[in-house]
Structures are given as structure tokens and as C-alpha cells.
């Protein structure tokens, strides 16, 4: 049962019809009162709350039945309606802990598909296959962290819910995008991938939404942009961290209403395209110092997955070895050597600062280097001379408080099987201070 919320009869019959068309059973109300009433005696799947039940009230309504909705029934998913002027309202409500939000006018597809991505991400059982039902690609390894990060990639990639991927440089962000786009029904439409780190300020219209032969000097033909390129499948936006303010703007108006304007021409374009975003960056903090925009974090942070650092799931470090090994080998015509119990327990004390993407780099260096048949701990300092094992502190903390918060550390870490955000959260730390007691304590996953 789907609950709608509006004081606006018209707007109460074409959403009822619209959904009712499409499968759903309906209820709609027209205020708070009611409202509550029906959450109680229907025990709704999903809500459609407008925020605005009069011209005085400036969404406080909306915004307080939001709360006693979340209060009342935690897990029931709202989705809020709002105007486009409203859109800060529209951030309060997601701080207050609406699914997501739409505008209005809504465009009856998108609207259906949002509501499709709420029921699916609510109400989906976890497989519980994700080793062999998912395509994981060239992912690799077997970790705890590793297999949250593919259990939240298989249950959100059959949706069209925008993702947020974070993590450290190196952590394999791509390679998780691409496999959430290859278990979508999109699979077999374009994956396009933007840099948008390298992308200057002054070619961001230009790349991202194309132009007209004859729009700037140097527009000698018309140009398709990425967004175009990827209708009907996903694009996923890298280093989305490095986009300047006046960019966001641009972003989320083609993430909000899927359209947009080639440079040079007047036509509006549509697109029905699935984002997928990936950042190194600590976006909460560059939102509250206003280097990012908050709305457009709600819009593209509807589903985080974060990747752990490689010094928390040492355990994937021998897997990740040997499949680095047959690769390089096979890419330069080599033998494929052992690699001793001693080389891999030596790797997995090593900090990684450059996560996979770095001890890719140091297994293919002494590969070609030593040319040995059986790879030992000297074969791996010879061919990377500046690698150092002493670079993690002792995991035995000094001192009655250290051991405390130690212990409370280890248990939070083992309850949420080493997912960062969850134990930060539990803990009350900043992601960033969570991982400097990690470092400080020598955890490894």
C-alpha cells in the first residue's frame, strides 16, 4: 500500500490513478491528521508526503509530519514532493530521514522508477549468493569488508537508485562501479566513464552535454556529450569531489530533471541515464565548509557503499597477489612463479597508502625484475626498495583509557564486519578519526 499525502485533490486523483495503473494499491489523505491515522491502520509499504499544506507554514508542516512518520514507522521509505524553489526544504527533509525527493511538476516515469528504487531497496532479501549469483568482474578477494561492499552492490545494482562510492585513492572504486552497471537491467546499454578531476571548468558544458556546430570558435562540428553518450545506461562520475560550485549547479539540474541543453542549441535533450558517483574526497566536511553543495550530495548519496583501505582486509592480500601475477605475466610473456608464505605475511604488514593500485604496481615490478621462479620477502624489498614493514604502530595499547577505547574499537569493528561508516556512526568519530585510531591501535581486518 502506497500512502499519498497532498492537500491538493487533483494532485490526490493523478497520483492514485497513475499508481494504481502500475499495480499499486493506493491510499491518499489530505492532511497531518489523517495522515498519522492512515500510517497507523494501513502500516503503508511507502509515503508520498507534500511538504507544503499551506502558503504559511513554509513546509513546517511537512516537515514535522515527516518526523512523527519516521518516529511512528522508521523503516516505511518517504518519498517528499516539492517545488524546485523549495529545494533546501527538500535537504531539511532528507536530514530528517526522507528516502529521497521529487519536484514538481514530476515526470510520471521517473517518478515511478523512484518509487520502484525505494520498494526494491526497503524490501529486497539479500540473496545471500553474492559470490556466485553477482558478477563481480575483476574484483577480487574475500574479506569481511569486502563481502559488505559486494552484498550492498548486488542488492542496489538491479535498481536505478544513485550511488555513492568512497574510499580511499586506489580502494578499486571503478571496478565496483562497472560491476554494479553489469548486474543492472542496463547492462547492456553504454557504461561511460568522466574524470571529472582532470575536467577544467571551462569544457564542463562542452564534455558533459555536448554542443552545436558554431557555439564557441573552436566548434567546428556538433559534438555529442557524455550524458547523451550514456542514455539508457550509466554514468559514473569520478573524483566528483573536484567539481567547482558553479559546475554542482549545472550537475544537479541534469540529475534533477534528467534534460539538458547542448551548448549552442535550444532543443532540449532528454535522457534516462542511472549516475553512479566515486570521491576520495570527505564530502560531509566539504559540504559543512560549503565547498560542496548540500543538495546535490542528497541527490547523488541516496546509496553509499565505501570501501575499506587495503590495510583493513589484509586478508585479501594473497588472492590479490596471485591474480596480479598471472596478469603480469601473462601480459609480458613470463613464467608464473610461487610466492612464499613469509612474502605474503611481510606484504600484509605494510600500510598500502596506495591501496590495490599500489601493490599492483610493487607485484609487477618484482615480477619483471627478479624474473625468479619463487618469490621470497628480499625479491620484493630488491624491486621496491622503499618499501618499509615498520610502518604500523604496535596493536597493544598503552595505558587504561588506550584500552578501553581499544576494546571498544574491536568490538564495533567485529559487530559491523569493519564497515567504516557504521562504526564511525556507532562510535560518534568522523570517518577521518576513526581511521586515525585504527592506525593508532594497528587494527587490520
Known sequence: MILIIDDDPAIRVSLSLLLRRSGHEVKAVPGPAEAMAAVRAVAPALVLLDMNFSRYTSGEE????????????????????????????????????????????????????????????????????????????????????????????????????????????????????????????????????????GLPQSLFESEMFGHCKGAFTDALTDRVGRFEAADGGTIFLDEIGELDLTCQVKLLRVLQEQSFEPLGSSTTRRIDVRVICATNADLPRMVAERRF???????????????????????????????????????????????????????????????????????????IVSRADRLDVGDFRNASPGMSAAARPSAS???????????????????HAGNISRVAAELGLSRGALYRRLDKFGFRQ
Open 62 to 197: 511537512g516537515l514535522t509530519l515527516l518526523r512523527q512518520i519516521k518516529i511512528f514507522a522508521p523503516a516505511v521509505p518517504v518519498i517528499l514532493m516539492t517545488a524546485w524553489g523549495s529545494i533546501d526544504l527538500a535537504v531539511e527533509g532528507m536530514r530528517a530521514g526522507a528516502f529521497d525527493f521529487i519536484t514538481k511538476p514530476w515526470d510520471n516515469r521517473r517518478l515511478l522508477d523512484r518509487i520502484s528504487v525505494a520498494l526494491d531497496m526497503t524490501g529486497r532479501p539479500a540473496s545471500g549468493q553474492t559470490g556466485h549469483a553477482f558478477d563481480r568482474g575483476g574484483i577480487v578477494g574475500a574479506s569481511a569488508g569486502l563481502r559488505l561492499v559486494l552484498e550492498t552492490a548486488e542488492r542496489v545494482a538491479p535498481t536505478n537508485a544513485p550511488v555513492l562510492i568512497t574510499g580511499e585513492s586506489g580502494t578499486g572504486k571503478e571496478l565496483v562501479a562497472e560491476a554494479i552497471h553489469r548486474n543492472s537491467r542496463r547492462r547492456d546499454r553504454p557504461f561511460v566513464k568522466v574524470n571529472l578531476g
Open 293 to 367: 553543495r548540500e543538495d546535490l550530495f542528497y541527490r547523488i548519496n541516496l546509496v553509499n557503499i565505501e570501501l575499506p583501505p587495503l590495510r583493513y582486509r589484509t586478508d585479501d592480500i594473497a588472492p590479490l597477489v596471485t591474480h596480479f601475477i598471472a596478469a603480469a605475466a601473462g601480459a609480458n610473456g613470463l613464467a608464473v612463479p610461487a610466492v612464499t608464505s613469509d612474502a605474503i605475511a611481510w606484504l600484509r604488514t605494510l600500510p598500502w597508502p596506495g591501496n590495490i593500485r599500489e601493490l599492483r604496481n610493487v607485484v609487477e615490478r618484482t615480477l
Open 397 to 415: 595499547p598503552a595505558g587504561t583509557l588506550d584500552q578501553l577505547e581499544h576494546d571498544r574499537i574491536a568490538e564495533a569493528m567485529r559487530r
